[in-house]
């Protein structure tokens, strides 16, 4: 049972325009969401993180969106530079006293120059 | 301030043998988790400690186990090492569990053979 989906296993997407990454979760006990960043042979660094009493959290290039009624979370990047080229994770946390992370399967975003 | 850190960064074993990742963190923070990344798929809990002595399992914990004598170190000790556990293995840390970023390590990299 896959409780976080990522649909798209990969996004190609000119330098300058925006990155949409999605993100769909099951479990109804998840009240906060963060997206990690990946490059290759490193360890995920923390990207932004977003409650579920809100519906946008905004850093620098970075927007994520929460829509509860629809279990569905979106990272943009805008404007995307050729350095955000990564693999991007989305991960669920709730229901658990102890900050278990429940992770999607991740998108491979490629930033083209 | 070094963060996380793992040791090896790579190790081949053969099937049988057994090995400890190695995982320790500067931050003084109580919780700390195992994760392993297969490829294509998202990161999964092992093992998670909330204090020092104080483990418990996670999502895959079969064929691992751990001990946290201190709260800077979490060591992961596979016994009869099996092809299935070639994976990513992640160490992370965090200083509350629940709603807060964990950060993790840069991995190390299993091969089974």
């Known amino acids: 049972d896959q409780q976080v989906k990522q649909n798209s296993p990969s996004l190609s997407v000119q330098e300058g325009r925006i990155s949409i990454l999605n993100c769909d979760y099951t479990n109804s006990m998840f009240d906060y969401f963060l997206w990690y960043k990946k490059y290759p042979a490193e360890g995920p660094t923390f990207l932004i993180s977003i409650s579920s009493i809100k519906d946008k959290n905004e850093d620098g290039r970075f927007t994520v969106f929460l829509n509860k009624s629809a279990k569905h979370l979106s990272l943009h990047i805008v404007p995307s530079q050729p350095g955000d080229s990564a693999v991007y994770f989305c991960?669920?946390?709730?229901?658990?006293?102890?900050?278990?992370?429940?992770f999607g399967q991740g998108t491979i975003l490629t930033v083209h120059p | 301030n070094a963060g996380v850190t793992q040791t090896p960064k790579f190790r081949i074993l053969k099937i049988g043998q057994s090995m400890t990742l190695q995982c320790t963190q500067d931050m003084n923070h109580n919780y700390m988790y195992w994760y392993r990344q297969d490829p294509g798929m998202g990161l999964k809990l092992i093992y998670y400690s909330v204090g020092a002595g104080i483990t418990d399992k996670g999502e895959v914990p079969n064929g691992y186990n751990v001990s946290r004598s201190t709260t800077e170190d979490f060591p992961l000790r596979l016994e009869l090492a099996a092809p299935s556990q070639t994976s990513v293995y992640f160490c992370?840390?965090?200083?509350?569990?629940?709603?807060?970023?964990?950060?993790f390590g840069p991995g190390t990299r299993l091969l089974v053979l």
């Open positions: 991960a669920g946390n709730g229901g658990t006293s102890y900050g278990k992370l429940t």
């Open positions: 992370a840390s965090t200083n509350r569990g629940y709603r807060e970023t964990q950060y």
